[in-house]
DNA sequence: CTGAAAGCGCTTACAG
DNA sequence: CTGAAAGCGCTTACAG
């Protein structure tokens, strides 16, 4: 029932439960469909209602039901330029399953002091659970959501079982690929993999090492380089790595990947004549590379999707078991032909 | 004050008036600085609430003011891979300064149904006002935020005068890059570009004409292809284009340079001996590129910062101008060496 | 300077 | 099957 100023008005409980001469809490059953009511009144109530558009005011039913509807979102705040799309997707996952059930996603960017905005989210009563994007070892937020007893799941590794936590099988992906380099005839591989900090960079290394052990071959540490972090030792570690004539260079990401890739062509070595290249992470960019890179795909907005659904069913008290491992798949390109 | 399982208490306004003997209103000022109290009782309250870790319950504080403090902030579904790095930027900047007073982000991914969703959030009273990160031409969610009379502002460009925008500036910086080149001999310039759905990509182009105006170089429009997307065009484009010799290729953004590069190498042409290669959007894949790409460089986080500022401002009920533009950087490399 | 009251817009026992 | 009441935790005029 729009005024002739065009302006809507907005209605509340009240106004409809006068305008139809009935109680506010025989419109508030009505709707939520709880408590019995005749068949007739009930859609009465809600015709009217769908007449004069009217909507709930959540922050009203926030406060006397005692939940928001809001779930907080933790972020990295610095992401490798590569990992964006990772997180994005993730991202996206998060949101259309939050979205399904009515709920919102409120954005926490842990730049400076992670701890304390979600605290703040968490004091205030502003969410009523929270999903923790964790790339980081030793991250003081899981702590923190434990002791504060807030509902949360993770997106990342834990060795901690009393934690709700989803992951990609990044060890079993990464292990999968390696033995089928082997299996092909590889031999001699080296492991170029970033920042050390990170728990991905252990889990992927954990699957190399997995398929060299399964294949009998001996754990080569002179070829496996961690935290290569981009501003500095890239291009020595690469010169060091060549040096060794590896038949194929595995790179944990893509950044390295396009380094190594860049370093190469100066060096006139040719990819997969001369050494056959891998990518743990599957980037667009790589793709379009010649010869495409061969790697691991992972679905991230699945993994957000799953993340937000146990987080869900958590805060509806279903119980649930403690992991998740969706699948991956090898994309096997030219770089490694 | 922890009982002795270290379960803090959780006070409400009420507990702590009662504790110290005092009317809820009066902490309620103590608190809020609003009316005047005795120095010695709003001391006395303000102690205890130190001590006993009290939180005022923002719900509630949301229905008494009505005002929510969380602003709601639309972002693109999908956006090209190498625009993540922007968006994201975008989004820090945005949630930095919302932190800074106060506010939250609530995130919008307008996949299916921007416009349902974000009246959702409004008609639901669970934000204050919008932050449109808006790519599209044409896009729905403007008409439909000014009808509903909710504060926002868009990040991007608009020909209405009446919505608080923010954006780069474009125009004037593909024009100024555009116009360099044309300073230091280029004459022969192709231009590729992206999404003719995009509102950027007329930005650039027309920039990209200005310069041209400006130098006197004739318009030719045989050089200029649009909506060039990653499918499939691309590649016949580029020969089209080398066939008719340019001096320089002009990207519209990163993944077109991208592809233009593998392509130009497959060919054997070289950078920049026989063509110049600049981009109009800076990823750090090309940066490390052998050559370097000259590109330009925008601030995505100080976007986002001004855009949250001007709602911020407008929420508050500061009027303010229209357009903000901030400044941007040409990065010349060596591919136009 | 402090208090008592009404109100924000809902939900949820509890009567009848 | 419907209504009257109390309550969620705050804020904000209004008295005194």
């Known amino acids: 029932m729009p005024t002739e100023h065009g302006e ?26 709880k408590g019995n009511l005749s068949a007739q009144t009930r859609a009465r109530i809600l015709d009217f209602i769908d007449q004069c ?6 922050v009203a039913q926030s406060l006397a039901k005692n939940q928001t509807y809001n779930i907080g979102l933790m972020m990295p705040d610095y992401v490798g330029v590569l990992d964006e799309a ?13 979205s399904n059930y009515g709920y919102d996603v409120l954005m926490v960017m842990d730049s400076e002091k992670p701890v304390e905005h979600i605290a703040r989210l ?11 994007m964790r790339s980081l070892v030793d991250s003081p937020v899981v702590g923190f959501l434990k002791e504060k007893q807030v509902p949360f799941v993770i997106i990342g ?5 009393s934690v709700l936590s989803v992951d990609n099988d990044n060890r079993g992906a990464c292990r999968d690929l390696t033995s089928l380099l082997i299996t092909r005839g ?37 070829m496996v380089y961690l935290d290569v972090n981009r501003d500095s030792r890239l291009p020595e570690v690469i010169d060091t790595v060549l040096a060794q004539k590896p ?74 078991g403690n992991y998740i491992l969706p699948g991956y798949q090898m994309v096997m390109r030219d770089s490694t032909k």
């Open 157 to 161: 590794p834990t060795s901690d079982q």
């Open 247 to 320: 038949d194929c260079i595995v790179c944990m990401d893509d950044y390295i990947c396009n380094m190594v890739l860049i370093h190469l062509r100066t060096s006139k070595v040719q990819v997969p004549r001369d050494v056959k290249i891998v990518s743990y992470y599957d980037n667009i960019l790589l793709e379009n590379n010649i010869p495409s890179i061969t790697s691991l795909h992972f679905d991230a907005a699945e993994l957000g999707k799953i993340a937000c659904q146990k987080l869900i069913d958590k805060l509806g008290g279903k119980a649930d």
């Open 53 to 58: 558009g009217y909507r709930p005011n959540a």
């Open 86 to 98: 990772f997180f994005r997707e993730c991202l996206r996952g998060v949101c259309k399953i939050a």
């Open 122 to 132: 968490i004091d205030n009563r502003k969410i009523d659970g929270v999903i923790a």
């Open 8 to 33: 809507k008005k907005i209605y509340t409980l009240n106004d409809i439960a006068k305008e139809l001469g009935v109680n506010k809490a025989t419109v508030s059953k009505a709707i939520s469909g």
């Open 186 to 222: 590889t031999r001699k591989m080296a492991l170029i993999g970033g920042d050390d900090n990170n728990c991905v960079t252990h889990s992927r290394l954990k699957g190399f090492w997995d398929a060299c052990d399964q294949a009998g071959l001996s754990r080569d540490e002179q």
